[in-house]
C-alpha cells in the first residue's frame, strides 16, 4: 500500500483518558502533518514536520497535545487527559520534498476520536 | 482558522447537471487548491492553480482564480452522482509556512 496509513480508524476513550495516534505517511514524502476536522468545518492545521523536526505548531495544539515524528518516518499524535471538547476527526496529510505548492497533500483516511 | 468561506454551504443537483461552488479567501497566496471529502474519509487532491493562473482544466473541473478578489470557483460539468461530496478550498498563503489552509466547504449532493 502506497497510501498514507492512520491507525486507529475511530478511538472512543473516556474523559481524561490518554490517547495517542498514528501515522504512516508515503515513504518518499518528508514532510508530515496532522489536522482536526470537527463535524461541518474543513481541517485545522495542528502541526507540520520535515523529516524529523517539528518545524510548526498552531496555537490549537495545548499542552495536553503532544506529536513526534523519529527518524523521520512514522508519526505520533498524542492528547493527554482527553476532554469532550476533543471529539474530532484527526487527519494526517504527506506531502512530497516539493511541498504542497507543487503535488498538494496526500491524505490519510483519519482517525476519528469520541470522548465520552 | 479558517482561510476560506466557500459558497453555497450545500448544494443539490441532478445528474447531469453542473455545479459550481465558489471560494473567497482572505490573505496573498501561492496558490489555491481543490479537495473532495466523501463521507466520513479523508480528503483527495482534486486541483491546484497558481496565483499567476486565471483558469485551469482538469477532466470535468475547471477552475477558476481572481486574485483581486480573492476568490476562486469550482465547476464540475456533468455531473455524476459519484461526485457526491463535500468539497474545500485551501490555500497556501504567501509567507505561510509551507501548510494550507482550508475553508469551510460545499456539501454536493447529485441525485438521479
Known amino acids: 500500500d502506497t497510501g498514507v496509513s492512520q491507525d486507529p480508524r475511530h478511538k472512543i476513550t473516556k474523559r481524561g483518558q490518554n490517547v495517542t495516534f498514528r501515522c504512516d505517511p508515503i515513504?518518499?514524502?518528508?514532510?508530515l502533518y496532522w489536522y482536526r476536522q470537527t463535524l461541518g468545518q474543513g481541517p485545522e492545521f495542528l502541526t507540520y514536520?520535515?523529516?524529523?523536526?517539528?518545524?510548526?505548531k498552531s496555537r490549537l495544539l495545548s499542552d495536553r497535545f503532544s506529536a513526534e515524528r523519529p527518524k523521520g518516518s512514522f508519526s505520533t499524535l498524542e492528547i493527554q487527559r482527553t476532554e469532550q471538547g476533543d471529539s474530532a476527526m484527526y487527519l494526517c496529510?504527506?506531502?512530497?520534498?516539493?511541498?504542497?505548492?507543487?503535488?498538494?497533500?496526500?491524505f490519510g483516511s483519519g482517525t476519528r476520536l469520541t470522548v465520552v | 482558522s479558517q482561510q476560506g468561506e466557500e459558497d453555497p454551504q450545500a448544494l443539490s443537483i441532478q445528474e447531469g447537471e453542473n455545479a459550481t461552488m465558489n471560494c473567497s479567501y482572505k490573505t496573498s497566496i501561492n496558490n489555491l487548491q481543490w479537495y473532495r471529502q466523501n463521507s466520513g474519509r479523508g480528503l483527495v487532491h482534486l486541483i491546484l492553480?497558481?496565483?499567476?493562473?486565471r483558469e485551469k482544466h482538469s477532466g470535468r473541473l475547471r477552475v477558476t482564480l481572481d486574485t483581486s478578489k480573492k476568490s476562486s470557483s469550482l465547476l464540475i460539468t456533468a455531473s455524476r452522482a459519484a461526485d457526491t461530496a463535500s468539497y474545500f478550498c485551501a490555500t497556501d498563503e504567501a509567507g505561510g509556512g509551507n501548510k494550507l489552509t482550508f475553508g469551510t466547504g460545499t456539501q454536493l449532493k447529485v441525485e438521479l
Open positions: 496529510a504527506s506531502s512530497s520534498r516539493g511541498g504542497p505548492s507543487v503535488y498538494g497533500y496526500t
Open positions: 515513504s518518499e514524502h518528508n514532510r
Open positions: 492553480i497558481r496565483s499567476n493562473e
Open positions: 514536520f520535515q523529516n524529523e523536526a517539528q518545524l510548526e
